[in-house]
C-alpha cells in the first residue's frame, strides 16, 4: 500500500491503504480530529486496502477494487473518483463482517443527558438526515451507519464516523454548517449523489462515552405524520434484520436484544418533512427521557 492512513473511531481502529494518493488526502481533510493510529506500537483492529483490480488499472483506466482483512471477491470496482466512498465503504465492510465485541446494529445514535435515542430503518427512512440535524441541535451524535450495543452492560458505544448524506438530503442536513466539515460532492455513485458530513467537535471528542439506550425510532420517509408504539416482539425482529453479526454472537446477541426491547421502547414514525420529524422526535423523546 503506497499510502496509507491509521484512524481510531469508537473502540474500533483502522489501517486504511490506497495505491493512490488521493483517496488518503481525502480521509485526511475529514478525519483530522480523529485520534491518529501508530502502526508502531498499537495493530490496528481492521485494513482496508483500496487496490487496483489489474495493475495497468492504477493508472489507465483507474479501478478501485475494496479488499482488506474481510472482503466480497464478487464486489464491482469502484470509480478512482468515488475513492472516498470506497475506502468508508470499506471500513463499513470489515466492521459489518469481523466485529464481535458489540451486538452491531445498522443504525445511527444520538445522545442527550446520558441516554441514547437509536435509529434504525430501510434504506431511505432518512435515519442518517435525522441524526446529523439533531446532531446539530443539542444532542450528541453516536453514530451514523452502526450502533454498538455491548451485550454486557446493555449499554449504546459510539461509533461517529462521517454522516453520508444522500441526493436532497445533502443541503437539509448541511445548512448552516462550515464548509471544511463538509466532503466532496461525489455524483453518479449506487445511490445518486453523496457528500460527508464530518461531526462536530462533540461528537468527536465524547465518542468514547457509552450511553443507556431509552428510545427505539422506526423511522419512515414520505408519509402523512403518524406514530405508533411498537410492540416487543416486532421490535426484536427488527432489530435482528438490523444486526450484522446477530448470528455469529449466538446467546450473547440473543440475550442482549431481548433485554434491549423488554427495556427500551419502540416507537414507529412517518413523516414528510424535516420539521415535522424534528419535532416528533422533540415530543416523543420529552415523554420517555
Known sequence: MRHQLGLAVGPATFRIGSAWRGPIDALARLY??????????????????????????????????IAGDHMLPDAAPMALEHGLLAAEMGMNLQM?????????????????????????????????????????????????????LDPASGMVFAFPRLVSLKNEAIDIATAGITPERIGPRLEGTPKGAIRHLVPNAEAIARMAEPAVPRLLLLPRYGFAEAHRPVEQGEAFVRLTEASTNYIALGEAGFGALVRFVRTVPAVALDYPDSATVLAAVEALWGEVA
Open 96 to 148: 459489518a463482517l469481523g466485529w464481535r465485541r458489540h451486538v452491531l446494529l445498522h443504525a445511527s445514535c444520538v445522545e442527550k443527558d446520558g441516554k441514547a435515542l437509536v435509529i434504525t430503518g430501510e434504506s431511505g427512512s432518512g435515519k442518517s438526515t435525522l441524526a446529523a440535524m439533531l446532531g446539530e441541535r443539542g444532542w450528541r451524535l453516536m453514530g451514523d451507519e452502526f450502533a454498538l
Open 32 to 65: 483530522a480530529a480523529y485520534p491518529p493510529i501508530d502502526f508502531a506500537r498499537r495493530v490496528p483492529d481492521f485494513t482496508v486496502r483500496l487496490q487496483p483490480v489489474q495493475p495497468w488499472r492504477r493508472f489507465i483506466r483507474s479501478s478501485i477494487f
